[in-house]
């Protein structure tokens, strides 16, 4: 069946360093995978869209990269700040219609002042 | 960018009584919405996908009869978790697609954390 895993342990790292989240899936060929922020009790927030032609994608000081022959997808925010330190979820969509997303059970990322 | 607007956020009751929860677009017309269940540190769990005018498709392992789903227009879907138990207790989230634009993203709403006593 599909799979999606993140790392579940916590990232911690220092403000202005450059975080790296990970996110491999098994079991799959998406046409697409997602990266969505949560902050405690709230609902996920869409940051990024990569498609299986795409290789890289940035957006501000967001950088997603999408090897399709790895099964892996790689998450950097760089020159972090506190305000970054959040959950952050990866999502593929599932086949069969209606483009279902199913996600990771992400990881919590801590940014240290 | 679009707005799903989630009500209740909280909600306590007693076991056996059913909750309502709400999930609205507010700037746009959503012809599906998806409701997530998520348990503390885990991961968002699709349990059904709302389609309007139309009944709901639910994920396997779901029970249909224990979580309706209403779909009555295009900017809102209901949830009701019918005699409420304290395993239902969880967070519940909605969320739909803006099919006026790029299709692909979603947009959840706040979120309503279930307690059931």
Same mark, same amino acid.
């Given at each position: 069946?599909?799979?999606? &895993?993140?790392?579940? $342990? ?7 360093k %450059?975080?790296?989240? +990970? ?9 697409y ?7 405690p ?10 498609? &299986?032609?795409?290789? $890289? ?5 967001l950088?997603? %990269?999408?090897?399709? +022959? ?12 506190p305000?970054d330190?959040?959950t ?9 219609g209606?483009n279902?997303l ?11 002042p | 960018g ?25 700037d746009f ?34 029970e ?18 019918t005699?409420?138990h304290?395993?239902d ?28 006593l």
């Amino acid at each position: 069946s599909q799979k999606i &895993e993140q790392n579940s $342990e916590a990232l911690n790292i220092q403000e202005g360093k %450059t975080a790296t989240l +990970t996110c491999n899936y098994t079991n799959y060929s998406p046409a697409y995978l997602q990266w969505y922020r949560q902050d405690p009790g709230r609902g996920p927030v869409f940051l990024l869209l990569i498609r &299986e032609n795409e290789k $890289e994608k940035r957006k501000e000081r967001l950088k997603v %990269t999408f090897d399709t +022959t790895l099964k892996q997808s790689l998450f950097h925010i760089t020159a972090s700040q506190p305000a970054d330190s959040a959950t952050y979820l990866c999502a593929l969509p599932l086949s069969g219609g209606y483009n279902k997303l199913i996600f990771g059970a992400g990881t919590r990322l801590a940014v240290h002042p | 960018g679009a707005v799903v607007s989630q009500h209740p956020s909280r909600v306590i009751c007693k076991s056996g009584t059913s909750v309502k929860i709400e999930c609205r677009s507010l700037d746009f017309q959503a012809t599906t919405m998806f409701w997530y269940r998520q348990f503390p540190k885990q991961s968002l769990m699709l349990m059904a996908t709302s389609n309007e005018g139309s009944k709901a498709t639910y994920e396997q392992g779901v029970e249909k009869d224990k979580f309706l789903i209403n779909h009555a227009s295009l900017t809102l879907s209901t949830l009701t978790v019918t005699s409420a138990h304290p395993e239902d207790s969880s967070f519940y989230i909605c969320s739909a697609r803006d099919g006026q634009g790029a299709n692909e993203k979603l947009f959840f709403g706040s979120g309503t954390q279930l307690s059931v006593l």
